[in-house]
Protein backbone atom coordinates (compact mmCIF):
# COMPACT_ATOMS: atom_id res chain seq x y z
CA UNK A 1 0.00 0.00 0.00
CA UNK A 2 2.19 2.99 -1.34
CA UNK A 3 1.85 6.29 -0.08
CA UNK A 4 0.23 8.81 -2.28
CA UNK A 5 0.34 11.86 -1.52
CA UNK A 6 0.96 14.21 1.63
CA UNK A 7 -1.13 17.56 2.57
CA UNK A 8 -1.16 20.32 5.05
CA UNK A 9 -3.75 22.48 5.97
CA UNK A 10 -4.43 24.69 9.28
CA UNK A 11 -7.13 24.81 12.23
CA UNK A 12 -8.01 27.32 14.86
CA UNK A 13 -7.84 26.31 18.64
CA UNK A 14 -9.34 28.34 21.15
CA UNK A 15 -8.46 28.61 24.70
CA UNK A 16 -10.69 28.61 27.08
CA UNK A 17 -8.19 30.61 29.79
CA UNK A 18 -4.77 32.31 28.46
CA UNK A 19 -1.82 30.06 29.12
CA UNK A 20 0.74 32.07 31.30
CA UNK A 21 4.53 30.91 31.10
CA UNK A 22 8.06 32.51 31.97
CA UNK A 23 8.63 32.32 27.97
CA UNK A 24 5.24 33.32 26.46
CA UNK A 25 1.27 34.06 26.61
CA UNK A 26 -1.08 32.31 24.61
CA UNK A 27 -4.55 32.92 24.13
CA UNK A 28 -5.91 31.20 20.84
CA UNK A 29 -3.56 29.40 18.17
CA UNK A 30 -3.45 26.99 14.68
CA UNK A 31 -2.39 24.19 14.50
CA UNK A 32 -0.78 22.56 11.08
CA UNK A 33 -2.78 19.51 10.02
CA UNK A 34 -0.89 16.87 8.51
CA UNK A 35 -2.96 14.15 6.35
CA UNK A 36 -1.06 11.28 4.71
CA UNK A 37 -2.95 9.32 1.29
CA UNK A 38 -1.85 5.89 0.58
CA UNK A 39 -3.75 3.73 -2.25
CA UNK A 40 -7.13 2.05 -1.50
CA UNK A 41 -8.16 5.36 0.62
CA UNK A 42 -6.00 5.33 3.47
CA UNK A 43 -5.39 8.40 5.18
CA UNK A 44 -3.87 9.22 8.51
CA UNK A 45 -4.24 12.91 10.44
CA UNK A 46 -2.09 14.39 13.05
CA UNK A 47 -1.42 18.23 14.07
CA UNK A 48 1.00 19.86 15.14
CA UNK A 49 1.78 23.54 16.07
CA UNK A 50 4.71 25.91 15.94
CA UNK A 51 6.49 27.18 18.86
CA UNK A 52 9.57 28.78 18.24
CA UNK A 53 11.00 29.46 21.51
CA UNK A 54 11.28 26.00 22.32
CA UNK A 55 11.90 24.01 19.19
CA UNK A 56 12.64 27.00 16.22
CA UNK A 57 9.63 26.40 14.36
CA UNK A 58 6.73 28.16 12.96
CA UNK A 59 3.65 26.66 11.51
CA UNK A 60 4.95 28.43 8.07
CA UNK A 61 8.09 26.44 8.65
CA UNK A 62 6.45 23.44 9.62
CA UNK A 63 4.09 23.45 6.38
CA UNK A 64 7.29 24.37 4.45
CA UNK A 65 9.47 21.59 6.25
CA UNK A 66 6.54 19.02 5.52
CA UNK A 67 5.70 20.06 2.02
CA UNK A 68 8.86 20.77 0.19
CA UNK A 69 11.56 18.20 2.21
CA UNK A 70 10.13 15.17 3.86
CA UNK A 71 6.57 14.47 2.13
CA UNK A 72 8.87 14.22 -1.24
CA UNK A 73 10.91 11.35 0.85
CA UNK A 74 7.80 9.27 1.72
CA UNK A 75 5.91 9.65 -1.59
CA UNK A 76 6.08 5.94 -3.52
CA UNK A 77 6.88 4.20 0.05
CA UNK A 78 5.11 1.40 0.93
CA UNK A 79 3.38 1.63 4.51
CA UNK A 80 4.61 -2.16 5.24
CA UNK A 81 7.98 -0.25 5.48
CA UNK A 82 6.69 2.79 7.64
CA UNK A 83 9.63 1.86 10.13
CA UNK A 84 12.50 2.44 7.42
CA UNK A 85 10.40 5.28 5.32
CA UNK A 86 10.10 7.43 8.79
CA UNK A 87 13.91 6.72 9.62
CA UNK A 88 14.39 8.19 6.18
CA UNK A 89 12.19 11.29 6.53
CA UNK A 90 14.28 12.05 9.96
CA UNK A 91 17.50 11.66 8.40
CA UNK A 92 16.06 14.26 5.60
CA UNK A 93 17.08 17.31 7.27
CA UNK A 94 18.71 18.89 10.73
CA UNK A 95 16.05 19.73 13.36
CA UNK A 96 12.12 20.50 12.28
CA UNK A 97 11.29 18.03 14.99
CA UNK A 98 7.39 19.47 14.94
CA UNK A 99 7.45 18.53 10.93
CA UNK A 100 8.31 15.49 11.62
CA UNK A 101 6.46 14.73 14.16
CA UNK A 102 3.26 15.96 12.01
CA UNK A 103 4.64 13.28 9.30
CA UNK A 104 5.17 10.31 12.23
CA UNK A 105 2.61 10.68 13.64
CA UNK A 106 0.10 10.87 10.85
CA UNK A 107 2.01 7.62 9.02
CA UNK A 108 1.41 6.06 12.12
CA UNK A 109 -2.00 6.59 11.83
CA UNK A 110 -2.10 5.67 8.18
CA UNK A 111 -0.42 2.23 9.16
CA UNK A 112 -3.23 1.99 11.56
CA UNK A 113 -6.28 2.77 9.26
CA UNK A 114 -4.84 0.32 6.55
CA UNK A 115 -4.42 -2.96 9.24
CA UNK A 116 -8.16 -1.77 10.22
CA UNK A 117 -6.90 -1.39 13.78
CA UNK A 118 -5.91 1.44 16.17
CA UNK A 119 -2.79 3.03 16.95
CA UNK A 120 -2.28 1.77 20.62
CA UNK A 121 -2.04 -1.28 18.43
CA UNK A 122 0.59 -0.42 15.81
CA UNK A 123 2.34 0.57 19.06
CA UNK A 124 2.00 -2.20 21.24
CA UNK A 125 0.25 -0.64 23.75
CA UNK A 126 -3.09 -1.50 25.60
CA UNK A 127 -4.73 2.19 25.81
CA UNK A 128 -6.33 3.09 29.03
CA UNK A 129 -6.95 6.27 31.21
CA UNK A 130 -3.42 8.22 31.41
CA UNK A 131 -3.86 10.11 34.73
CA UNK A 132 -2.68 13.86 33.80
CA UNK A 133 -1.98 17.10 36.20
CA UNK A 134 -3.09 20.58 34.97
CA UNK A 135 -1.12 23.53 34.54
CA UNK A 136 -1.93 26.86 36.17
CA UNK A 137 -1.01 29.84 34.44
CA UNK A 138 1.96 32.45 35.64
CA UNK A 139 0.07 35.14 37.77
CA UNK A 140 0.00 36.79 41.00
CA UNK A 141 -0.05 34.49 44.34
CA UNK A 142 -3.38 35.25 44.79
CA UNK A 143 -4.81 34.84 41.09
CA UNK A 144 -2.92 31.52 41.11
CA UNK A 145 -4.03 30.16 44.56
CA UNK A 146 -7.77 30.64 42.79
CA UNK A 147 -7.41 29.61 39.49
CA UNK A 148 -5.56 26.07 41.72
CA UNK A 149 -8.05 26.11 43.54
CA UNK A 150 -11.17 26.29 40.54
CA UNK A 151 -9.00 23.13 39.24
CA UNK A 152 -8.88 20.82 42.05
CA UNK A 153 -12.44 21.58 42.44
CA UNK A 154 -12.90 20.30 38.85
CA UNK A 155 -10.85 17.18 40.35
CA UNK A 156 -7.61 17.19 39.52
CA UNK A 157 -5.34 16.03 42.08
CA UNK A 158 -1.39 17.62 40.64
CA UNK A 159 -1.19 20.90 39.68
CA UNK A 160 1.81 22.31 37.95
CA UNK A 161 2.20 25.59 38.55
CA UNK A 162 4.34 28.29 36.16
CA UNK A 163 7.01 30.23 38.19
CA UNK A 164 9.59 32.59 36.37
CA UNK A 165 10.94 34.94 39.06
CA UNK A 166 11.87 36.91 40.76
CA UNK A 167 13.04 34.39 43.80
CA UNK A 168 10.99 35.58 46.78
CA UNK A 169 7.93 36.34 44.54
CA UNK A 170 8.03 32.67 43.05
CA UNK A 171 8.46 31.18 46.56
CA UNK A 172 4.95 33.20 47.70
CA UNK A 173 3.51 31.84 44.53
CA UNK A 174 3.75 28.50 45.59
CA UNK A 175 3.32 28.70 49.35
CA UNK A 176 0.40 30.79 48.67
CA UNK A 177 -1.19 27.88 46.23
CA UNK A 178 -0.21 25.26 48.97
CA UNK A 179 -2.09 26.92 51.44
CA UNK A 180 -5.37 27.17 49.24
CA UNK A 181 -5.72 23.53 47.86
CA UNK A 182 -6.18 20.11 50.36
CA UNK A 183 -2.50 18.92 51.86
CA UNK A 184 -2.65 16.09 49.10
CA UNK A 185 -2.84 17.94 46.06
CA UNK A 186 0.82 17.20 44.85
CA UNK A 187 2.07 20.49 43.41
CA UNK A 188 4.90 20.82 40.97
CA UNK A 189 6.93 23.89 39.23
CA UNK A 190 8.14 24.69 35.99
CA UNK A 191 10.14 27.71 35.69
CA UNK A 192 10.53 27.35 31.63
CA UNK A 193 13.91 28.07 32.06
CA UNK A 194 14.04 31.57 34.16
CA UNK A 195 16.17 30.92 36.86
CA UNK A 196 20.19 30.45 37.34
CA UNK A 197 21.11 27.53 39.11
CA UNK A 198 22.00 29.75 42.29
CA UNK A 199 18.27 31.71 42.16
CA UNK A 200 16.90 27.75 41.71
CA UNK A 201 18.02 26.25 44.76
CA UNK A 202 17.25 29.73 46.71
CA UNK A 203 13.67 29.03 45.52
CA UNK A 204 14.03 25.18 46.73
CA UNK A 205 15.47 26.15 49.85
CA UNK A 206 12.61 28.88 50.36
CA UNK A 207 10.28 26.05 50.04
CA UNK A 208 12.06 23.61 52.26
CA UNK A 209 12.34 26.30 55.01
CA UNK A 210 8.53 27.06 54.41
CA UNK A 211 7.62 23.64 54.88
CA UNK A 212 6.30 23.67 51.09
CA UNK A 213 6.31 19.95 49.65
CA UNK A 214 7.01 19.75 46.03
CA UNK A 215 6.78 16.98 43.68
CA UNK A 216 9.80 18.20 41.12
CA UNK A 217 10.95 21.00 40.14
CA UNK A 218 11.19 21.03 36.01
CA UNK A 219 13.81 23.06 33.53
CA UNK A 220 14.61 25.46 36.30
CA UNK A 221 17.44 26.90 34.34
CA UNK A 222 18.01 28.05 30.45
CA UNK A 223 18.29 24.58 28.01
CA UNK A 224 21.60 24.90 27.72
CA UNK A 225 23.16 25.67 30.59
CA UNK A 226 24.16 21.80 31.44
CA UNK A 227 26.50 22.35 34.20
CA UNK A 228 23.87 24.87 35.96
CA UNK A 229 21.38 21.87 35.49
CA UNK A 230 23.67 19.59 37.03
CA UNK A 231 24.78 21.74 39.84
CA UNK A 232 20.77 22.07 40.82
CA UNK A 233 20.39 18.00 40.84
CA UNK A 234 23.28 17.41 42.57
CA UNK A 235 22.11 20.03 45.71
CA UNK A 236 18.16 19.51 45.65
CA UNK A 237 16.60 17.41 48.00
CA UNK A 238 13.62 17.69 44.94
CA UNK A 239 13.59 15.80 41.61
CA UNK A 240 14.83 17.69 38.71
CA UNK A 241 12.99 17.44 35.22
CA UNK A 242 14.59 18.21 31.98
CA UNK A 243 12.37 19.40 29.56
CA UNK A 244 13.84 22.64 27.07
CA UNK A 245 16.73 20.72 27.56
CA UNK A 246 15.85 17.23 26.71
CA UNK A 247 15.04 17.36 22.93
CA UNK A 248 16.11 14.02 21.26
CA UNK A 249 18.12 10.90 22.78
CA UNK A 250 21.25 12.23 22.16
CA UNK A 251 20.09 15.56 24.51
CA UNK A 252 19.17 12.53 27.41
CA UNK A 253 22.09 10.81 26.95
CA UNK A 254 24.17 13.89 27.47
CA UNK A 255 21.74 14.91 30.36
CA UNK A 256 22.14 11.50 32.17
CA UNK A 257 26.27 11.86 31.84
CA UNK A 258 26.23 15.32 33.14
CA UNK A 259 23.88 13.95 35.97
CA UNK A 260 21.87 16.90 35.26
CA UNK A 261 18.22 15.55 35.79
CA UNK A 262 16.40 12.77 37.64
CA UNK A 263 13.20 12.47 34.83
CA UNK A 264 13.11 13.59 31.46
CA UNK A 265 9.95 15.21 29.91
CA UNK A 266 9.25 13.86 26.63
CA UNK A 267 7.34 15.19 23.94
CA UNK A 268 6.84 14.39 20.48
CA UNK A 269 7.19 18.06 19.05
CA UNK A 270 10.52 17.57 20.56
CA UNK A 271 12.17 14.27 19.70
CA UNK A 272 10.31 14.19 16.10
CA UNK A 273 7.80 11.70 16.66
CA UNK A 274 6.65 8.44 18.20
CA UNK A 275 9.20 6.55 16.71
CA UNK A 276 11.78 8.83 18.42
CA UNK A 277 10.28 8.62 21.53
CA UNK A 278 10.51 5.65 21.83
CA UNK A 279 14.34 6.06 21.78
CA UNK A 280 14.14 8.35 23.89
CA UNK A 281 12.43 6.08 25.98
CA UNK A 282 15.37 3.28 26.05
CA UNK A 283 18.11 6.14 26.23
CA UNK A 284 16.85 7.42 29.49
CA UNK A 285 15.70 4.26 30.98
CA UNK A 286 19.04 2.74 29.97
CA UNK A 287 20.45 5.71 31.68
CA UNK A 288 18.53 5.17 35.34
CA UNK A 289 16.16 8.70 34.21
CA UNK A 290 12.05 8.72 34.90
CA UNK A 291 10.00 9.55 31.98
CA UNK A 292 7.16 12.03 32.34
CA UNK A 293 4.97 12.26 28.97
CA UNK A 294 4.23 15.71 28.53
CA UNK A 295 2.57 17.83 25.94
CA UNK A 296 3.22 21.09 23.89
CA UNK A 297 0.83 23.61 23.68
CA UNK A 298 -1.54 21.71 21.04
CA UNK A 299 -4.78 20.19 20.12
CA UNK A 300 -6.15 16.99 21.46
CA UNK A 301 -4.90 15.08 18.39
CA UNK A 302 -1.50 14.95 19.74
CA UNK A 303 -2.03 14.44 23.18
CA UNK A 304 -3.68 11.44 22.37
CA UNK A 305 -0.64 10.16 20.22
CA UNK A 306 1.28 11.06 23.15
CA UNK A 307 -0.72 9.10 25.51
CA UNK A 308 -0.39 6.04 23.80
CA UNK A 309 2.90 6.02 24.26
CA UNK A 310 2.23 6.39 27.84
CA UNK A 311 0.05 3.86 27.86
CA UNK A 312 2.96 1.82 27.26
CA UNK A 313 5.86 2.69 28.86
CA UNK A 314 4.76 4.41 32.05
CA UNK A 315 0.82 3.85 32.81
CA UNK A 316 0.88 4.46 36.54
CA UNK A 317 2.38 7.66 36.69
CA UNK A 318 1.12 11.08 36.42
CA UNK A 319 1.64 12.82 33.14
CA UNK A 320 2.35 16.03 31.85
CA UNK A 321 -0.72 16.18 28.88
CA UNK A 322 -2.96 18.40 29.87
CA UNK A 323 -3.05 20.78 26.46
CA UNK A 324 -5.90 19.21 25.16
CA UNK A 325 -7.87 20.25 28.44
CA UNK A 326 -7.20 24.04 27.63
CA UNK A 327 -8.56 23.74 24.11
CA UNK A 328 -12.60 24.71 24.41
CA UNK A 329 -13.43 21.82 21.91
CA UNK A 330 -11.35 18.65 21.51
CA UNK A 331 -12.18 14.90 20.39
CA UNK A 332 -9.42 12.95 19.85
CA UNK A 333 -8.30 13.29 23.83
CA UNK A 334 -11.07 13.63 26.04
CA UNK A 335 -10.64 15.22 29.45
CA UNK A 336 -12.25 13.91 32.40
CA UNK A 337 -10.26 15.02 34.99
CA UNK A 338 -7.89 13.81 36.09
CA UNK A 339 -7.39 11.56 33.50
CA UNK A 340 -7.24 11.87 29.63
CA UNK A 341 -9.47 9.35 27.21
CA UNK A 342 -8.21 8.72 24.05
CA UNK A 343 -10.34 8.27 20.84
CA UNK A 344 -8.38 5.35 19.68
CA UNK A 345 -10.86 3.38 17.86
CA UNK A 346 -9.91 1.49 14.78
CA UNK A 347 -10.95 3.62 11.92
CA UNK A 348 -13.94 1.89 9.20
CA UNK A 349 -11.90 -0.82 7.31
CA UNK A 350 -10.41 0.82 3.96
CA UNK A 351 -11.56 0.30 0.54
CA UNK A 352 -9.43 -1.88 -0.99
CA UNK A 353 -10.66 -1.26 -4.39
MG1 LIG B 1 7.94 22.36 30.82
Redesign the pocket.
Request: proline share 5%; net charge negative.
Given at each position: MRITSVETGRRPVHLRLPFRTALREVKDFEVVTVRVLAEGGVTGCSEVVGTARITGETNASIEEAVNAVLAPVLIGRDLGDYCVALADTALAMVGNSTAKCGIDVAVHRAVAAWRGTALSEVLGATLRPIATDVTVSLATPSDMAAEASRRVDEGFGTLKLKVGGPVALDIERVQTVAGAVPGNVALRI?A?QAWTARQALQVIDGLVLAGVAVEFI??PVPAADLAGLAAVTARSPVPVVA??SAHTAADVRRLADAGACDVV?IKLAKCGGLQAATEVVAVARACGLGLLF?SMLESGSGVAATAVLASRFAPDQVHDLDAGWWAETESAAIYRPPFVLCDDKPPDAPSMQ
Amino acid sequence: MRITSVETGRRPVHLRLPFRTALREVKDFEVVTVRVLAEGGVTGCSEVVGTARITGETNASIEEAVNAVLAPVLIGRDLGDYCVALADTALAMVGNSTAKCGIDVAVHRAVAAWRGTALSEVLGATLRPIATDVTVSLATPSDMAAEASRRVDEGFGTLKLKVGGPVALDIERVQTVAGAVPGNVALRIDANQAWTARQALQVIDGLVLAGVAVEFIEQPVPAADLAGLAAVTARSPVPVVADESAHTAADVRRLADAGACDVVNIKLAKCGGLQAATEVVAVARACGLGLLFGSMLESGSGVAATAVLASRFAPDQVHDLDAGWWAETESAAIYRPPFVLCDDKPPDAPSMQ
